[in-house]
């Protein structure tokens, strides 16, 4: 045999070794998703609203700055080590670790807050996708769990809680994922484009949880609407805004809020102006989709490609569009506004705030939290 025969074979048996090593169950769903809604309009990219400067604040300080709101004048941020920071005047004035006598958790991610919210006084929300829902007091400097991960609601335990807004003062509704779509295995689960999501009604005070609603497609972000009836919801593999009521004469109801977005929306917060919200998209659809959606009905093609998910996630930032779309929309589903940033530095965008003078931008991938003047401020 010669040594481009023995090549050949050595390639084939490796890729034979590996798929055999990653065999898992799959499911073979085909999804028809709608086609991307052309830039026209307020969607339209200009000079007017397109990011030219865009810093880097904390550089090297936080790891992976998921979600960040505004209190008090104050940033605060959470991060993939397990910390959730303060920080005024561009510094951390106070960072408070679930497991601060444990550094290795640091590394390893025994901890992994991701959307947060304030609650009243110094106290504010976190979802942490591997522990479950938990308080943080800036004032004690105290944890606590209010709903643990691997608690069994229904037919299976909570095990990613990831975003939630509150429908009232003690009272929240979160988005939930099967325990085998856990932080580390959501693009595997992006691949099955399974309806394993959940929506979660939960007393922060009691504990009492409640199921609203099931087989829902990668639920992601959450909104409250200002109807004090229902939320809107990202469908991340969708590429949609879901409105589900949780009161009223449509309760129960689940409807398609928005559809056809230029990519993988991920968490809705509120603008400044609180009358309209930001969708902050992980991957933008500007002239392909991201690979895990090129695919929607094919699965066989996808169970190949999950073989290498390990790769997937460096291969869709590689492959995305570097142009990134930001929208702002109000709650009757209009596009208001929309930013735009040409230069493939707002890839792996999971949120999007802003204080009236400046967007600040979350990512699970950076070690510093992205910040650039809003247009028009």
């Known amino acids: 045999m010669g040594l481009v025969s023995w090549s050949v074979f050595t390639a084939v048996l490796a890729t034979v070794l590996y798929m055999t090593a990653k065999v898992r169950d ?103 996708g591997e522990l479950g829902m938990f308080t943080v007091d800036f004032k004690t400097e105290k944890f606590k769990q209010i709903l643990p991960a691997g608690t069994v609601l229904g037919d299976w335990s909570n095990m990613f809680a990831d975003d939630f807004d509150f429908i009232d003062n003690d009272t929240i509704i979160f988005s939930d994922m099967n325990p085998k779509c856990g932080f580390e295995e959501f693009s595997l689960c992006f691949l099955e484009l399974a309806r394993d999501g959940r929506l979660i009604k939960l007393n922060l005070n009691t504990g009492a949880y409640e199921i609203l609603a099931d087989n829902l497609l990668s639920p992601n972000g959450i909104i409250s609407h200002p109807d004090k009836q229902s939320i809107i919801l990202s469908s991340t593999a969708a590429s949609q805004l879901l409105r589900f009521y949780y009161a009223g004469p449509k309760k129960g109801n689940v409807e398609v809020f928005a559809d056809g977005l230029p990519g993988l929306p991920d968490n809705l917060r509120a603008t400044s102006s609180g009358k309209t919200f930001w969708i902050a998209f992980y991957l933008s659809s500007v002239g392909n989709r991201p690979l895990m959606q090129r695919f929607s009905e094919y699965p066989t093609i996808r169970k190949f490609i999950s073989y290498y998910s390990d790769l997937l996630i460096p291969m869709n930032m590689y492959l995305a569009s570097n142009h990134a779309v930001i929208i702002e929309m109000d709650f009757d589903g209009n596009v208001v506004s929309s930013v735009h940033e040409l230069e493939g530095r707002l890839k792996a965008l999971t949120n999007v705030i802003d204080d009236g003078k400046y967007l600040y931008f979350g990512s699970v991938h950076h070690n510093y939290i992205r910040r650039a003047k809003k247009p028009g401020a």
């Not at 104050?74 to 408070?96: C, F, N, P, Q």
């Not at 640091?106 to 807050?113: A, I, L, M, Y």
């Open 26 to 128: 799959f499911e073979y769903n085909v999804v028809k998703l709608t086609p991307v809604r052309p830039l026209t309009g307020k969607l339209a990219q200009t000079p007017e609203n397109t990011l030219t400067e865009i810093d880097h604040l904390l550089e090297g300080e936080v790891h992976g700055p998921e979600c960040q709101l505004i209190h008090e004048g104050a940033l605060y941020s959470t991060t993939l080590s397990g910390a959730i920071v303060k920080i005024v005047d561009g510094k951390i004035v106070k960072s408070l670790e679930l497991f601060k006598n444990n550094p290795k958790c640091r590394v390893n991610g025994c901890s992994q807050p991701l959307g947060m919210r304030h609650w009243k006084d110094e106290t504010f929300v976190f979802a942490d």
